[in-house]
T-cell receptor
Framework: GIQVEQSPPDLILQEGANSTLRCNFSDSVNNLQWFHQNPWGQLINLFYIPSGTKQNGRLSATTVATERYSLLYISSSQTTDSGVYFCAVEYTGNQFYFGTGTSLTVIP | ETGVTQTPRHLVMGMTNKKSLKCEQHLGHNAMYWYKQSAKKPLELMFVYNFKEQTENNSVPSRFSPECPNSSHLFLHLHTLQPEDSALYLC???????????FGEGSRLTVL
């Protein structure tokens, strides 16, 4: 099956700092999503981005499908950004495969 | 309020109990999913239903029994579980099986 690797596995930031999270995948994909899992366990949709660049406030994402990676940028981080960030890819037409996540802690 | 709701949010059960998790989506989607998330592990897909028909069963033990009576409702029936089944169980839906996923808030299960 497809391999989905995220880096770094853990990240600690000072409030106000910027960061880049990376998702590498081992095969061509049809779709890619980024999620934020909050401390209560819910997965919040951030981006649905099979290719190109999207921005939503302080967050933006870029997927370069031909090179099999996606990046999530967080600018001016806030303590509420803490949690685990997952990317998930779909390539078979019937399910998404999740990466192992990046655990982000933003300290005030 | 999310478009996908799960109940109960927390469940504690003994190994001999029978319980059910419920998921309901209000998004008009045709595909629904159960995922399991154990501590410090990525999400594992358990079951996929598309138009009420099961299309994926990722080698899930028979002590987990899904039921999808219609495209809006999905259940996970639990019986004779083991302590290692303690985890966060997440329900998701999408318009079709390769569309954008939307998750519920999860049901946190503890098996004693």
């Amino acid at each position: 099956g497809i391999q989905v690797e995220q880096s770094p596995p853990d990240l600690i930031l000072q409030e106000g700092a910027n960061s880049t999270l990376r998702c590498n995948f081992s095969d061509s994909v049809n779709n890619l999503q980024w999620f934020h899992q909050n401390p209560w366990g819910q997965l919040i949709n951030l981006f649905y981005i099979p290719s190109g660049t999207k921005q939503n406030g302080r967050l933006s994402a870029t997927t370069v499908a031909t090179e099999r990676y996606s990046l999530l940028y967080i600018s001016s981080s806030q303590t509420t950004d803490s949690g685990v960030y997952f990317c998930a890819v779909e390539y078979t037409g019937n399910q998404f495969y999740f990466g192992t996540g990046t655990s982000l802690t933003v300290i005030p | 309020e999310t478009g996908v709701t799960q109940t109960p949010r927390h469940l504690v059960m003994g190994m001999t109990n029978k319980k059910s998790l419920k998921c309901e989506q209000h998004l008009g989607h045709n595909a629904m999913y159960w995922y399991k998330q154990s501590a410090k592990k990525p999400l594992e897909l358990m079951f996929v239903y598309n138009f009420k028909e099961q299309t994926e069963n990722n080698s899930v033990p028979s002590r987990f029994s899904p039921e999808c009576p219609n495209s809006s409702h999905l259940f996970l029936h639990l019986h004779t579980l083991q302590p290692e089944d303690s985890a966060l169980y997440l329900c998701a839906s999408s318009l079709d099986t390769n569309g954008e996923l939307f998750f519920g808030e999860g049901s946190r299960l503890t098996v004693l």
